[in-house]
């Protein structure tokens, strides 16, 4: 999962990532390949924000001989139709680089995705 071989033999890594408003002000980030998030004021700040992280994350599993943020589990399915319904953003757009043989790939979700709905009460209590 996630991963594409280049014409040079090279192993290249995808991540998608969904954004969305959560409130006024405040955009989420969440990988779809790998469930890691970040929020900020901008999408542009917030794709920059998981960006810095993944590096990071991606740099310390390396140190430890693991395959590159395999320790982050696949988001629940209604962050990946977010990203299938939303508007694609290039990275170029968010003044944002990829880190080295990663491919990926922004869109904006429409709303806010749900990964779960609090049941609605039968009766309110006075």
Known sequence: MGFATRRDGMSERRLRLVVYQEVPGIWVGRGIEHDVSAE??????????????????????????????AAFRPAPQPYWNAFSGGTP???????????????????????????ARLPVPSQLHA
């Open 40 to 69: 900020g004021r901008t999408i542009g700040e917030t794709v920059r924000a998981i960006l810095r992280m993944i590096n990071a994350r991606i740099a310390f599993d390396e140190r430890h001989d693991r395959a590159p943020l």
């Open 89 to 115: 953003v290039p990275l170029s757009e968010l003044d944002a680089l990829p880190p080295a043989h990663w491919e990926i790939s922004v869109a904006i979700a429409r709303h806010r995705p749900m990964s």
